[in-house]
């Protein structure tokens, strides 16, 4: 299964970010909820 990262809403588009976060479960950290993308002032 292939992760998906998901991307920030900028300006009334989805835009992927300069890198991305991995959030993890804080009840179980080897459980990844999934991958979002992290901004940079370009963006902004």
Known sequence: ???S???NYINGEWVEGAS???NISPADISD???HYAQANKEHA
């Open 20 to 22: 991305s976060l991995a």
């Open 32 to 34: 990844v909820i999934g």
């Open 1 to 3: 299964m292939s992760e």
């Open 5 to 7: 990262i998901f991307c």
